[in-house]
C-alpha cells in the first residue's frame, strides 16, 4: 500500500459519485475519495445510523502512542476505540433500511456474498466500533441500481462495523458495505477535502487477523484506558442495569469460580463455589441447584424491611428452576464449617459454576441461571429480578 502525500481538492463523498471534478490517475485508476466522517455522500445506501462516539484528546493520544502505520490485522490491540453498548453504530436501523428497499437490499448483500434475507443476521455478528486513525477501504455506493465499488479514505473518528477478523465491514455514516483495499492502493492519488490534520503517510490498511476473536481491546474513547469487549452488538439486558448477556448461555468468556468448599463446608451438602464483590457488601454461593446472594448493607438499610422473626431481609436466593426471592437472615447464610476468603469477581469479570453465572460491575452484581434464564441484578439499593 503506498503512502505518499498528495494534493488534494474536491468535495468528500460517501457514495463515490461520479459527479463533479472526479477523474482518474494516469494509469486508469479510480482516485482515492477522502470521506471526512460526518459526510454522508452523493450514493449512499442507508441514512447515517452512526452514534455521537467521539474521541477525546486523551483517547487520541493515547491512539497516537501505539503508533500503528502500514498494513494493520485488524485485532490488533488498541487499534479500534469503542464502547460495551452499542452507541457507535445502530445495526437495528440499518437492517430496517435495507429492509424497506429490496433492489438496495439484493445490491448490498451480493457485496458481502449472502443472501438478502440473511442481512440481519450477518449485521448481528459485527461490532460497532470507530476508527483511531484514518483507513483505507473499498467503500461501495448504490448507483443504478448496483453497488458500485471505490477506493475511499474514511477519517480516525468514523464509526464501521468489523467482523470476528476485526475487517471494517460496514460504514455507519451511510450504511455502505466495506471490503478491504487492494494491497498497491495508491493514497497519493486522492480526491476530496482534507480535514485538519490529515497526513497521507499516517494512513493505515486494515487486513483480517489469521483467526477470528471473541473479543477486541478497544480504546475508551473518553477515558483512553483499554477495554474487552466481546465481539458483536452488546444485547438488550433483561433489567435495566443488568449485565446485557444474563438470562442466556454461559458467556464464552466467562471464567470458572475458583474457590470450592467440599460438602462439608457448604450450606446445601454438596460442593459451593463462594464469591464476593471488590467492595465485599456483595456475597455469594452456588451449588449445582441452589443459589443465594447476601448484602451486607442491607442490614443497616432495610429496603425490603424486616421479617418478624428472622430479622431483616438481606439476601436472594435461587433454586435450580425459580426466579430470585428474598430471604431474611445473616446475609452470608449459615454453614456448617468455615468459610475461607472468597473468590473475589472483579468488575468486568463474569465466572460461572455448573449452570449458575455471575457478572461483576461498579453498579452490582448480576447472576443468573443458565438453563432457565432466571436471575437478577443486586446492589446496595436492591435487587431487580428477571
Not at 429490496?102 to 448490498?108: E, P, T
Request: proline share 9%; aromatic share 6%.
Amino acid at each position: 500500500m503506498l503512502l505518499t502525500a498528495a494534493a488534494l481538492t474536491a468535495t468528500a463523498a460517501c457514495g463515490g459519485s461520479d459527479s463533479g471534478d472526479k477523474t482518474s490517475s494516469d494509469d486508469g485508476a479510480d482516485p482515492v475519495i477522502l470521506e471526512a466522517l460526518d459526510s454522508t455522500g452523493d450514493a449512499p445506501f442507508t441514512d447515517s445510523v452512526a452514534g455521537n462516539v467521539t474521541l477525546s484528546e486523551q483517547a487520541a493520544a493515547v491512539a497516537d502512542d501505539a503508533g500503528h502505520s502500514g498494513q494493520v490485522h485488524g485485532t490488533t490491540p488498541g487499534l479500534y476505540g469503542g464502547t460495551n453498548d452499542n452507541t457507535a453504530c445502530d445495526h437495528l436501523a440499518l437492517a430496517e433500511f435495507l429492509k424497506s428497499d429490496g433492489d438496495k437490499a439484493d445490491a448490498w448483500a451480493k457485496v458481502v456474498d449472502i443472501a438478502p434475507g440473511r442481512i440481519e443476521e450477518y449485521l448481528a455478528t459485527l461490532t460497532p466500533v470507530v476508527l483511531t486513525r484514518d483507513t483505507a477501504v473499498i467503500n461501495h455506493g448504490f448507483e443504478n441500481g448496483k453497488a458500485t465499488p471505490f477506493p475511499a479514505v474514511l477519517q480516525a473518528g468514523s464509526a464501521v462495523l468489523v467482523d470476528t477478523n476485526g475487517t471494517p465491514r460496514v460504514r455507519c455514516a451511510c450504511g455502505n458495505p466495506l471490503d478491504v483495499p487492494e494491497d498497491d492502493l495508491d493514497v497519493a492519488d486522492t480526491k476530496g477535502d482534507e480535514w485538519d490534520g490529515y497526513d497521507p503517510k499516517t494512513v493505515i490498511g486494515v487486513t483480517p487477523a489469521p483467526e477470528t476473536v471473541k473479543e477486541l481491546t478497544l480504546i475508551d474513547p473518553t477515558t483512553g484506558e483499554t477495554i474487552q469487549r466481546p465481539t458483536g452488538p452488546i444485547p438488550t439486558p433483561p433489567v435495566d442495569g443488568a449485565y446485557p448477556w444474563a438470562g442466556g448461555p454461559i458467556p464464552e468468556w466467562s471464567e470458572p469460580m475458583t474457590v470450592i468448599l467440599p460438602p462439608q463446608n457448604s450450606r446445601a451438602g454438596a460442593e459451593e463455589a463462594v464469591i464476593a464483590t471488590p467492595s465485599g457488601n456483595i456475597k455469594c454461593g452456588f451449588s449445582a441447584n441452589h443459589g443465594q446472594c447476601g448484602v451486607d448493607s442491607w442490614v443497616e438499610t432495610l429496603p425490603y424491611g424486616e421479617d418478624e422473626n428472622e430479622g431483616p431481609y438481606t439476601a436472594v436466593v435461587w433454586t435450580d428452576n425459580g426466579r430470585g426471592t428474598l430471604t431474611a437472615g445473616p446475609p452470608g447464610g449459615a454453614r456448617p464449617g468455615p468459610v475461607p476468603d472468597r473468590q473475589v469477581l472483579q468488575y468486568g469479570q463474569v465466572a460461572h459454576f455448573g449452570d449458575f453465572v455471575c457478572a461483576s460491575e461498579e453498579n452490582g452484581l448480576t447472576c443468573w441461571n443458565a438453563a432457565t434464564g432466571h436471575g437478577a441484578l443486586i446492589n446496595r439499593d436492591g435487587f431487580a429480578a428477571f
